[in-house]
């Protein structure tokens, strides 16, 4: 299963699946190799019906995090109504 992915022609690897006590029953630990790749991957299972909800999140490494940061220091912004 750790190849399902990859298997059905989006690529990326599946992780883990751990249950849980909490607000979900289950979670999934799944790479992508990009958002659109990881969204398909979510619709198809969502859509087969065995999952009544489904939330995702997108992980990035600490150097994506510095990245970031060092990006935000030149953006211009103000505040609504500052």
């Known amino acids: 299963m750790g190849d399902y992915a990859s298997r059905n022609g989006v690529g990326g690897k599946l992780h883990?699946?751990?249950y849980a006590f909490g607000d979900y029953d289950g979670l999934v630990?799944?790479?992508?190799p990009n958002n659109?790749?990881?969204g398909a991957v979510a619709a198809r299972a969502f859509s087969g019906g065995a999952l009544k909800s489904y939330a995702t999140t997108v992980l990035f490494t600490v150097e994506e995090?510095?990245?970031m940061l060092k990006q935000a220091?030149?953006?211009a912004y103000r505040p609504p109504g500052g």
């Not at 630990?29 to 992508?32: G, M, S």
């Open 73 to 75: 220091q030149h953006l």
């Open 65 to 67: 995090a510095i990245e």
């Open 29 to 32: 630990l799944f790479e992508a």
């Open 36 to 38: 659109a790749a990881a």
């Open 16 to 18: 883990g699946f751990w």
